[in-house]
């Protein structure tokens, strides 16, 4: 700026980002439900839930280099992209939220939920999530057999490994996603009215929705146990299933009818003889 006798003053205006693009989503993901829910399935493949009262939601993959990203947003509509079950909320730069809007959802009611992120200049994109539907029904269970396939079996000598399978489990909705199994024994003296005397937890394992037969091992200590107890009482090991469906509801626990821990050989009663055949 200069004035009538020729003097001047330089000022300089702050420096401006011009960006003509928005927030990068092209690796944004939005998860639905609490983390961690599940060993066996990725939480970002969730597609049900038994909740019907809360929207859990987390999101990442948003990027952009230029401006940065300043805001994200969040709703949760009955359909794709939609907001009416919760109108477009702020949740600052968190990366999680759970639903401020009341929410009751019913069996069978299906819901999105859709992040917008910002930058700073406004610029926006968004992702929504996969469909998440609510199932409120318990498998239906079935029943466990001992022995690794096929028929039931009563005996086995091994102290080392009891195997079970089992089938006729099922969930109409949201089908199985896992199954609990976990071998318990039982010992009591070798008479038919004696009491029951000793009882443990063996060992226990989750095995995929898929998988209809399972071994569970025994650690040497169980391994011990086991053998003690059967050389001089009759000692049974039973197997309990347990199937959870893919909103993390459990069945009732079905248990076998045992298989009985037999070490010791059979014991030879009386004398044997020796015949000679002359013709």
Do not use: M
């Not at 992209?81 to 600052?92: I, P």
């Not at 992040?115 to 498998?139: C, H, M, W």
């Not at 079935?142 to 089938?167: C, F, K, L, P």
């Not at 489990?169 to 318990?184: K, L, N, R, T, V």
């Amino acid at each position: 700026v200069w004035n009538n006798a020729g003097l001047y003053t330089e000022a300089q205006t702050p420096s401006i980002v011009v960006e003509g693009s928005a927030v990068n989503n092209l690796n944004a993901i939005v998860y639905v439900g609490a983390k961690g829910t599940s060993p066996l399935y990725n939480i970002s493949k969730q597609r049900f839930q038994a909740i019907t009262t809360a929207v859990v939601a987390s999101w990442k993959g948003f990027v952009d280099t230029d401006s940065g990203i300043t805001e994200y947003k969040w709703r949760i509509g009955s359909t794709a992209g939609g907001s009416d079950l919760q109108n477009l909320t702020t949740v600052r730069l968190n990366t999680s939220a759970i639903n401020s809007a009341v929410i009751n959802l019913v069996h069978l009611q299906s819901f999105w939920v859709t992040v917008v992120a910002f930058n700073r200049v406004g610029l926006s994109s968004f992702v929504t999530s996969e469909k998440v539907t609510i199932d409120l029904t318990v498998p239906v269970a079935g029943w466990v057999r001992d022995g690794a396939s096929g028929a039931d079996i009563s005996y086995q000598s091994s102290t080392s490994v009891v195997s079970a399978n089992w089938g006729g489990f099922s969930d109409a909705e949201s089908g199985i996603a896992e199954y609990w199994a976990s071998a318990s024994w039982s010992s009591a003296q070798r008479s038919s009215n004696s009491n029951e005397i000793g009882t443990g937890l063996v060992s226990s394992l989750v095995t995929k929705g898929n998988k209809l037969s399972t071994q569970i091992p025994f650690n040497t200590e169980q391994q011990l146990q086991l053998k003690s107890a059967a050389s001089h009482l009759l000692t049974t090991v039973t197997v309990t299933v347990v199937a959870l469906n893919k909103a993390g509801l459990r069945s009732s626990k079905i248990t076998s009818d045992g298989v009985l821990i037999d070490i010791t050989p059979p014991v030879q009663q009386g004398k044997i003889s020796v015949c000679s055949l002359i013709q």
